[in-house]
């Protein structure tokens, strides 16, 4: 199993966001279409949880009008979000031990969080048990190859380090976990992206603004000046196209149902 270091999480989300609204167009286009599904749902009743909320993508793109509540890690997001939704309630905690009650939400959404889990079946299991009867969930998480660029020049540039790219459970361990939480699988949907950039090393001043990089207790630390431009070398030979270096990026959308 893989273990993430949760305060390595904390503090780089947290120093992300005051910037992160600038930077993190995917990860706003892919809470725009989390909100879509979430608005398409035949929802008995109107108390959302956002799950992972960060700055509050999904909340601010949803058309139809919900009593939303908040939880994050990063108390930098959280920050960010009072500025942009004053009144919306939120919660500093891990989403592996939701401070909710039982049966006390009529829907669930999570953007791109859940790939930060330690245990995802028992987190899975907790979002189950604040769902009311009758509840929904949409959720999306990047699943493999994303990244598989970095993964494949990494491992040709620095053979002898451990990669920072976290590893991703892909859509049949996503569906499973659902499933074994005691979920009904109603919509699975996997989409591309492809995003260029200028060199490797914009590249990497990106996934810094977006918080991501190495979270896992393995992680390398801060590469020396010649492997950060060895593993750039590498990179921009294999993955450039006429646009610029190809980064690709592969998200997952589930729709669950509690019966």
Known sequence: MTTYNLAKIRKDFSQ????????????????????????ALPLIGKQVADLGIGTGFVPRQCKKKFQWVGLDLAEGMLQTLRQEMPKLPCVLADMEQIPFADASMDAIVSSLAVQW???????????????????HMVMAT?????????????????PNLPSPINPLMDVDAWQNAARNAGFK?????????????GNFAVF???????????KRNDSPGRLTPGDFQQ??????????????????????????YRE
């Not at 699988?185 to 950039?197: C, D, M, P, R, W």
Request: glycine share 8%.
């Open 142 to 158: 990047f699943v493999p190859p994303t990244l598989h660029e970095m993964v494949a020049s990494w491992k040709a540039a620095l």
């Open 204 to 214: 990497a001043e990106h996934l810094k603004g977006i918080g991501a990089g190495g």
């Open 16 to 39: 992300a966001a005051p910037a992160y609204e600038k930077v993190a167009e995917l990860q706003r286009a892919i809470a725009l279409k989390v909100a879509k599904k979430l608005g």
């Open 117 to 135: 889990l330690n245990d995802p079946l028992a987190t899975m299991c907790e979002m189950r048990r604040i769902l009311k009867p009758g509840g």
């Open 185 to 197: 699988v109603l919509e699975a949907e996997l989409a591309t992206h492809i995003e260029h950039y």
């Open 231 to 256: 593993l750039a070398e590498t990179y921009e030979r294999h993955f450039a196209d006429a646009e610029g270096i190809r980064v690709s990026w592969h998200s997952y959308y589930l729709s669950l």
